[in-house]
């Protein structure tokens, strides 16, 4: 699952749960909009788990892009 909150200075994009599959997709779709509508973006990647290399390379775009990263403290999770 992923929700968008929008704050006064930033967009927050939380993902909870499973990161891959659709979701990786459906966060990328979320990050584009985001990226046009607010001074910055940040993505919350504390619930998330089972990452896999589809994800992971997003985060990776996302990071480039100057997307904060917000991933701690954050529960043990399955990487792959």
Do not use: Y
Not at 8 to 19: A, K, N, P, Y
Not at 59 to 68: K, L, R, S
Request: charged residues 30%.
């Amino acid at each position: 699952m992923i929700t968008t909150r929008t704050g006064r200075d930033s967009i927050t994009l939380q993902v909870v749960g499973e990161f891959n599959g659709e979701w990786v997709q459906e966060l990328e779709r979320r990050w584009r909009k985001a990226r046009t509508e607010g001074p910055s973006v940040r993505v919350d990647l504390c619930g998330a788990h089972e990452i896999d290399g589809q994800a992971r390379n997003l985060i990776a775009e996302m990071f480039a892009d100057g997307v904060e990263l917000v991933v701690g403290p954050c529960h043990p999770r399955r990487v792959q």
